[in-house]
């Protein structure tokens, strides 16, 4: 019996960073799992990839933070923090922040609340490890709405990462297969982020209706930062 894994789409999710520290350092990525287990002490639960730096320093340190990203945040932040690896780059070389009680860093731009936790449980399934935070500090930062995973999805064409919970490598097949019929958008090798000369990239200036052939050659990935020879037609 084959199961239809769309279903595992119906889920709703949020848009987070999700940060934590090390022997002096830092480092974030955006997750979108992050849910409240219970109220009483309040708790959250995250899932995060093992092979992601943050990873490495939520077990060390057994403390996390969670910045909520709000809808108007561009694709660079998500970018800057889901598709770089802290291995590689300071992620927040650049990035307003500051310091939460437990020591991880709390991003200020794009952030409309965020949550400060301590480790009370991590449990082992496979790729990712589910931490269990207590929360310690958290707060309100402004009033716009949340960005979901869904509308990061449709509204910002952003794609997941390899290392996300929700990457689904089928899918990702199908839906290059019906993007076909339409020749002309392309698709970052680097990121899965899809160039759609209909929608263009208004975020870095570029109109709508604008050919991908016709983009300057400066233009970079809105979501990675790679430049177009890493694109393909897709
Ligand atoms: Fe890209």
Redesign the pocket.
């Known amino acids: 019996m084959k199961m239809n894994k769309k279903a595992i789409h119906k889920i709703s999710y949020g848009v987070y960073i999700v940060s934590s520290k090390m022997n002096g350092k830092i480092n974030g990525q955006i997750a979108n799992t992050v849910f409240q287990i219970t109220s009483e002490p309040p708790t959250v639960a995250i899932s995060i990839n093992k092979e992601n730096l943050t990873h490495e320093y939520i077990l060390k340190s057994r403390v996390f933070s969670v910045s909520v990203i709000g809808k108007s945040a561009p694709m660079s932040i998500i970018?800057q923090f889901g598709?770089k690896s802290g291995r590689q780059i300071d992620k927040f070389q650049g990035i307003k922040y500051k310091t939460a009680i437990t020591g991880a860093p709390i991003i200020l731009d794009y952030t409309i609340a965020y949550l400060d936790c301590e480790v009370l449980s991590a449990t082992d399934v496979g790729t990712h490890t589910v931490f269990i935070g207590k929360i310690v500090d958290c707060d309100i930062l402004n009033d716009e709405e949340p960005m979901t995973y869904a509308y990061y999805h449709e509204v910002k064409g952003g794609k997941s990462p390899k290392t996300a919970p929700t990457f689904i490598k089928e899918d990702i097949k199908e839906e290059q297969g019906k993007e076909q019929e339409k020749s002309e958008k392309y698709t970052?090798?680097?990121?899965?982020?899809i160039y759609d000369p209909d929608k263009g990239d208004p975020e870095n200036g570029v109109k709508p209706g604008t050919p991908f052939e016709e983009l300057p050659d400066s233009w970079?990935?809105?979501?990675?930062?790679?430049p177009k020879s890493?694109?393909e037609k897709t």
């Open positions: 970018g598709f970052c090798k680097i990121c899965g982020y970079v990935c809105p979501v990675c930062g790679a890493e694109f």
